[in-house]
């Protein structure tokens, strides 16, 4: 069974940073991307980024660069998504979701999300 | 960027209805286009890819559609289970945008 576990709800302070993991099982983690998505009340979905694992490569909306860093760790089949300097627009739940081996864009596995709250 | 237009915003039918939702497309986006549904406290999951390829596991009443720029997901028939909100994702180019979303409630 394909399962991405991420980490728990996070309270940060505003100026701060924060990662996130998701640790994949199930599947060979090198041989599919992995998407990273943010929903907020305010603005729906938004695709923030990707990361193929197998390369080290990295692919991110305009909108986040310099917001988020996608990094992975294939000795513990775990990505992670850093966002740094943190404000109140960032409070949201962010996915990462596993990226069909062949349809590039598809997202088919999706982990069960981590809220992120920015609060002072 | 490419902006999906996602109607209606909320919807409510009975049971064994048929619905409808239609994303619009602002630019061609071919058939780079999927729909996900995402049920109350849950992760969105996929239902169809490449605007008209039904998901491996999700029942034959979900199907999508395309014509022209305008995008279609279609349930034949209502079931209880299908409750929540449905979203569509444009791929086509970056970056990849989604549609707001669709509140799909029982009447």
């Known amino acids: 069974e394909v399962k991405l576990q991420q980490s728990g709800d996070e309270l940060v302070r505003p100026g701060a940073s924060v990662k996130i993991s998701c640790k994949a099982s199930g599947y060979t983690f090198t041989n599919y991307a992995m998407y990273w998505v943010k929903q907020s009340p305010g603005q729906g979905l938004e695709w923030i980024g990707t990361i193929i694992p197998l390369i080290d490569t990295t692919s991110y909306n305009q909108k986040f660069k310099g917001k988020a860093t996608l990094t992975a760790d294939k000795s513990s089949n775990t990505a992670y998504m850093e966002l740094s300097r943190l404000t109140s627009e960032d409070s949201a739940v962010y996915y990462c979701a596993r990226v069909h081996r062949y349809n590039l864009y598809v997202m088919d596995a999706w982990g069960q999300g981590a809220s992120v709250t920015v609060s002072s | 960027d490419i902006q999906m237009t996602q109607s209606p915003a909320s919807l409510s039918a009975s049971l064994e209805e048929i619905v409808t939702i239609t994303c619009q497309a602002s630019?061609?986006?071919?058939?780079?286009l999927a729909w996900y549904q995402q049920k109350p406290g849950k992760s969105p999951q996929l239902l169809i890819y490449d605007a008209t390829s039904l998901a491996d596991g999700v029942p034959s009443r979900f199907s999508g559609s395309r014509s022209g720029t305008q995008y279609s997901l279609k349930i034949s028939r209502l079931q209880v289970e299908d409750i929540g909100s449905y979203y569509c994702?444009?791929?086509?180019?970056?970056?990849?945008?989604f549609g707001a979303g669709t509140k799909l409630e029982l009447k």
């Open positions: 630019q061609d986006i071919g058939n780079w």
């Open positions: 994702q444009q791929a086509h180019s970056n970056p990849d945008t």
